[in-house]
């Protein structure tokens, strides 16, 4: 009756110089398909600071750690992809992402978020979390659509948003 949540932070390793060497370093007992979105998270978060913010040169220099906690738990599976490229945006742009925020989606290397899988469990993890709004593929919508109109005492069924 639902899954757990999934918990993605990215912290910069060390300051920024021009001497600094780019990376990334990933922690969490992450499988192989879970590692793989990881990079791609990763190369899709450069491109769209180096198309979008040019002048923003963070990932020039920047040694980012991204960690998944829970490590003794392994982690597999392609959809927290658009999740770590966001952990690592907000840490480039250094822009907070409200906790109360879920999300879900496979991405690709050009920045499609694909269809997941289980959006049910994934949605009843999302509020056991406390968190009260799901972003989620748009391929998605009518597995949302046909979800049981069941929520925990204090959160309408829909307080849900659809992106």
């Known amino acids: 009756m639902g899954g757990a949540a999934l918990y993605v932070e990215s912290i910069l390793e060390s300051a920024l110089s021009q001497s600094s060497r780019p990376g990334l370093e990933r922690t969490g007992n ?24 040019p002048e ?25 992809g658009i999740t770590m490229a966001t952990s690592m945006l907000s840490l480039a742009m ?24 289980g959006l049910r469990e994934k949605t009843v993890a999302a509020r056991r979390a406390g968190c009260n709004r799901i972003l989620f593929p748009k391929d998605n919508w009518g597995d949302w659509v046909e979800l049981p109109e069941v929520s925990p005492p204090g959160l309408s069924d829909r307080s849900f948003t659809e992106k």
Not at 31 to 53: D, G, N, R, W
Not at 56 to 80: R, T, Y
Not at 100 to 111: D, K, P, R, S, W
């Open 94 to 117: 250094n822009k907070e992402v409200d906790p109360t925020l879920a999300m879900t989606g496979e991405l690709t290397v050009t920045g499609k978020v694909l269809r997941i899988g």
């Open 30 to 53: 992450l499988k192989p398909v879970m590692k793989e979105s990881t990079q791609i998270a990763y190369s899709f978060a450069k491109h769209v600071l180096a198309t979008k913010f």
């Open 56 to 80: 923003n040169k963070f990932f020039d220099h920047a040694k980012i750690h991204l960690h998944c906690p829970e490590g003794a738990v392994q982690k597999d599976g392609p959809s927290a």
